[in-house]
T-cell receptor, first 116, second 114 residues
Framework: DVKVTQSSRYLVKRTGEKVFLECVQD?????MFWYRQDPGLGLRLIYF???????EKGDIPEGYSVSREKKERFSLILESASTNQTSMYLC???????????????FGPGTRLTVT | DQQVKQNSPSLSVQEGRISILNCDYT??????FLWYKKYPAEGPTFLIS?????DKNEDGRFTVFLNKSAKHLSLHIVPSQPGDSAVYFC?????????????FGQGTTLQVKP
């Protein structure tokens, strides 16, 4: 059974703080993703990584950075948290089909971040 | 620019009846589509998918229909059960991509009344 875990379920931070969200998967997946979910906006991709130390910007990367030093771990960093980053953050992982193609993504339980 | 749209934010149906959730896309490069289900305080879970070489895929009570010419897909749940009450997201991708990236719609909240 695929397991994607996220370091915290709920987090409250102050404006200007540096925030680290950690994600770990145990299925040797090459691809890892960070999304945020907001009402009426669905899931929006922040960053993704298709290999260790590789990263690509998603649709809304501003204000975020990521780190992938090990295959199983993908971290999302809010350099200076702001109130508009209050959201549900979801991590996901998937295999990378060589030569193209899609494997479904497996999601963690999410981190509800509140920035005050 | 919303490439995948779910125009109905919510849907309410009676237990035992059919639920139909709709999704439209604009990018003609999309050729693989997925539906995810999300309960509150949990991550989304994969439900069913369809490749553009098919126009229908069925898995138990869940059937996904794809109309490529209309760039439209729908998820049918028959019969609907109270446990199906959740947010449903459709997602689209291009199999020529090597990144496994999915584009998600805004979601539709389904309520199944007993």
């Amino acid at each position: 059974d695929v397991k994607v875990t996220q370091s915290s379920r709920y987090l409250v931070k102050r404006t200007g703080e540096k925030v680290f969200l950690e994600c770990v998967q145990d299925m040797d997946h090459e691809n890892m993703f960070w999304y945020r979910q907001d009402p009426g906006l669905g899931l929006r991709l922040i960053y993704f990584s298709y290999d260790v130390k590789m990263k690509e910007k998603g649709d809304i990367p501003e204000g975020y950075s990521v780190s992938r030093e090990k295959k199983e771990r993908f971290s999302l960093i809010l350099e200076s948290a702001s109130t508009n980053q209050t959201s549900m953050y979801l991590c996901a992982s998937s295999f990378n089909r060589q030569g193209g193609g899609i494997y479904e993504q497996y999601f963690g339980p999410g981190t509800r971040l509140t920035v005050t | 620019d919303q490439q995948v749209k779910q125009n109905s934010p919510s849907l309410s149906v009676q237990e035992g009846r059919i639920s139909i959730l709709n999704c439209d896309y604009t990018n003609s490069m999309f050729d693989y589509f997925l539906w995810y289900k999300k309960y509150p305080a949990e991550g989304p879970t994969f439900l069913i998918s369809i490749s553009s070489i098919k126009d229908k895929n069925e898995d138990g009570r869940f059937t996904v229909f794809l109309n490529k010419s209309a760039k439209h897909l729908s998820l049918h749940i028959v019969p609907s059960q109270p446990g199906d009450s959740a947010v449903y997201f459709c997602a689209a991708s291009s199999t020529s991509s090597n990144t496994g990236k999915l584009i998600f719609g805004q979601g539709t909240t389904l309520q199944v009344k007993p």
